[in-house]
């Protein structure tokens, strides 16, 4: 089986250059961490065009395939740019990323809302401006889009999302497909849904059903069970009720290796059992062929980033443990300190072959719990030499925060030598942008 670029560990453009440096899209990181400062994210766009090919590659032999973006794992303009240039559509997941990818350009017909409490503003937002569809997640919500609708008097196109009962051993804070879980109509609901959307709520259009395991998934026999509940629940429905479902969407959750330890599957292996399941499916099931969807997040953008930063202090425990500090912490990346999420990390600036030392890369914030990466062995770091963590494009900048009043980072795109800012770094005038001292206290 081929492989895909989320098996890899680095950027694919990562090499040592002339300099004895590291250097990314050929460009020297440590004169990128000079020229921008630091913390710096950096996304490598050969890296991102190679994933998006393997999924176009992967998925070829189902033509019906769509392959949505979950903008949540990172979502700016220029990134969104990328992915449209390259053909894929987007899964959003509030209004502030449905303006962002319409700021971009992107063809709203190729924009899905997803999410489990989507508001009145953000509906008629993503209404308003044309997404394609919404992924409608539980009675309350059917109830308001089609009061938006009807006062707007327009039909509003739709999936349902639903909980297929899966479980995947990932970490418990990131499944969603298991019975017990927030997300989705569980399977006993669906016919109530539809029920009410072919009698009551006749502003909306049911095309299809939904469904999101769960991220960072390894196990590939998952598909094959989730898509066969689609599509018997797909075949049901559309016997039992007249219907014409002909879309599925399988959600995302593909993983990518964080660290040696992570074995994360081929995207040409999935696509093989999606679509050898999917053709399967449609003969058991007796169903037209149906558009798929797929919402790859972690996996199109994680390999591509990641974060530069300054070595500062360090402190040597007595008989304990070295702790090394960088300029950066918890507030650019949560991960570590929000799921335990482990790192790989390499000195931009210093030979593999130095001497080396095992010690705790810990961040600037003001929490015992800022720890970026646990007894890792590098090689001796000194104050201003140049950190390099690995697979930081998702779910670090779109999870970042300002904690400690520290001005998020910037992130530039780099690609043949080149890099252009992407994300300007916030300045201190940036982070009072929305104070306000009321008149009275002057
Ligand atoms: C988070 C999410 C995704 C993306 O998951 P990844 O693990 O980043 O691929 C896709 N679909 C839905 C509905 C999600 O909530």
Do not use: W
Request: glycine share 8%; with cysteine.
């Amino acid at each position: 089986m081929l492989s895909s670029t989320n098996q890899n560990q680095k950027p694919i453009t990562t090499m040592i250059n002339d300099k004895g440096n590291l250097q990314i899209g050929g460009c020297d990181l440590v004169e990128l961490a000079d020229k921008y400062g630091t913390p710096l994210y950096v996304l490598d766009e050969e890296t991102i065009r190679a994933i998006c090919n393997d999924y176009k590659k992967a998925f070829s032999a189902y033509p019906k395939t769509n392959i949505m973006y979950a903008s949540k794992a990172l979502c700016t303009m220029a990134l969104s740019s990328i992915l449209d240039s390259e053909g894929l559509g987007f899964d959003t997941v509030s209004g502030g990323e449905i303006y962002t990818v319409y700021k971009a350009g992107v063809d709203m017909s190729k924009v899905l809302f997803n999410g489990n409490n989507k508001s009145y503003e953000e509906l008629e937002l993503a209404i308003d401006l044309g997404v394609g569809r919404i992924s409608a997640d539980n009675f309350y919500e059917l109830a308001l889009l089609n009061t938006i609708a009807q006062s707007k008097n327009k039909h509003v196109d739709i999936l349902l999302r639903i909980t297929p009962g899966i479980e995947c051993h990932t970490h418990e804070y990131i499944q969603t497909g298991h019975l017990d879980s927030k997300f989705g109509f569980d399977l006993s609901q669906i016919d109530e849904a539809v029920e009410l959307i072919q009698t009551e709520y006749t502003n909306l259009r049911i095309h299809g059903l939904h469904a999101h395991i769960g991220s960072q998934i390894f196990e590939t026999s998952i598909y094959a069970d989730e898509i066969d509940i689609i599509c018997r629940e797909i075949s049901r429905l559309n016997k039992q009720f007249g219907l014409n479902l002909n879309e599925i969407n399988i959600g995302g959750g593909i993983g990518v290796k964080y660290t040696d330890e992570d074995q994360p599957p081929s995207v040409y292996e999935i696509g093989h059992i999606v679509v050898n399941k999917l053709n399967e499916c449609i003969k058991k099931y007796s169903i037209e062929p149906p558009a798929l969807f797929l919402e790859p997040g972690r996996s199109i953008i994680s390999t591509s980033g990641v974060t530069l930063y300054t070595i500062g202090s360090s402190k040597q425990v007595p008989q304990g443990k070295k702790y090394v500090s960088v300029d950066g912490g918890m507030a650019d990346n949560p991960r570590p300190s929000l799921y335990d999420a482990k790192y790989f990390a390499q000195v931009v600036n210093k030979k593999e072959d130095t001497e080396k030392e095992k010690v705790t890369i810990c961040g600037r914030y003001c929490e015992s719990g800022d720890i970026l990466i646990k007894d890792v062995t590098l090689p001796v770091l000194e104050e201003g030499d140049v950190l390099c963590v690995y697979n930081t494009g998702a779910y670090n900048y779109s999870m970042a925060y300002n904690y400690n009043r520290v001005p998020r980072p910037a992130m530039v795109l780099v690609r043949d030598s080149k890099s252009d800012i992407v994300v300007s770094r916030e300045s201190y005038d940036d982070l009072l942008v929305h104070d306000i001292i009321p008149d009275r206290l002057k």
